[in-house]
């Protein structure tokens, strides 16, 4: 017996797109927790950077950034650990990790020649995340997202236009509302559809 072939409708078939989309973009909206670890551990490194500079004779307040190696390490657990979870992974989802994989390619590049750029990185840094930033916004269509990729592009025009004591306070700004509030709204998004 041969099995039927159903024809679907095209309202149905309409339906089953937007259900695939849907899902997509359920399991984009779960990246919250990458906004919110990479935000945390950005903010408190700046800013314990900064209170190092300024309130002890601590000469190297730099290595503060070796905190990095910790958010990479929680990515990659939580990532691991998310994609077994997952049963499918979608265009989108496929779309947005390998968005993420070319920022952390282009990181690790300008890390290794940060000597050839006087050690003067975080404009380009600022680029590539207002850049993998804006590319998942668009992907999710989560305008919090997009705007927190103009705001590190935004903060790369403070850092050529004002002076480095005004960065200070800055640069934790563009953290705040370029990875945390997008996180946090989209965090609250997603526990809301659920």
């Not at 200070?168 to 998004?189: A, W």
Request: charged share 15%.
């Amino acid at each position: 017996m041969e099995a039927e072939k159903k024809t679907l409708k095209p309202e149905e078939s309409l339906q089953i797109i937007e259900q695939m989309i849907q899902k997509a973009k359920t399991n984009l909206h779960d990246s919250s927790f990458y906004f919110l670890l990479w935000g945390w551990i950005i903010l408190i490194i700046v800013i314990g950077q900064s209170l190092l500079k300024h309130f002890t004779n601590y000469d190297k307040p730099y290595l503060l950034w070796m905190l990095i190696i910790f958010g990479i390490i929680a990515s990659a657990i939580y990532g691991i650990k998310s994609g077994k979870k997952s049963k499918v992974m979608s265009h989108f989802d496929r779309l947005n990790f390998l968005n993420w994989m070319i920022f952390l390619g282009s990181y690790f590049i300008i890390l290794i020649f940060m000597k050839d750029f006087n050690y003067k990185i975080s404009p380009i840094i600022f680029i590539l995340a207002g850049n993998a930033t804006l590319m998942t916004g668009f992907l999710i269509k989560f305008r919090p997202l997009i705007i927190g990729g103009f705001v590190f592009w935004a903060g790369v025009f403070c850092q050529f236009l004002l002076s480095h004591q005004l960065l200070e306070f800055v640069f934790p700004l563009v953290i705040i509302f370029g990875y945390l509030v997008p996180g946090y709204m989209l965090k609250f998004q997603n526990k809301k559809n659920a």
